[in-house]
Nanobody
């Protein structure tokens, strides 16, 4: 069992930055990849970024590539999403998720409760 708790969301102006954190507890953190997803009002949840257990491999959605950076601190059981050059279309509830293995893949077994990000124009 893995418990995930996101934090760091809020209101920011377009062009600004936010850093989301996802604190994990339960299974050994390095043993699973971490992902960030988001869901905007009226839209389906979409993939944002993922990172392997070691941190060596990362993946990004095209819409955030070059603006967002995913990272993790395995000693603190925490994953991060640094969001720069934010746009109004980044407004959404952001969720972190724990992958099925340490490798980046499509399956995520555990989800946090989400943190809201609002970008004003």
């Amino acid at each position: 069992q893995v418990r995930l708790v996101e934090s760091g969301g809020g209101l920011v102006q377009a062009g600004g930055s936010l850093r989301l954190s996802c604190a994990a507890s339960g299974r050994t953190f390095v043993n699973y990849a971490m992902g960030w997803f988001r869901q905007a009002p009226g839209k389906e949840r979409e993939f944002v970024a993922a990172i392997s257990g070691s941190g060596a491999t990362t993946r990004y959605a095209d819409s955030v590539k070059g603006r967002f950076t995913i990272s993790r601190d395995n000693t603190k059981y925490t994953a991060f999403l640094q969001m720069d050059s934010l746009k109004p279309e980044d407004t959404a509830v952001y969720y972190c998720a724990a992958g099925r293995s340490r490798y980046v893949g499509p399956d995520y077994d555990y989800w946090g409760q989400g943190t809201r990000v609002t970008v004003s124009s």
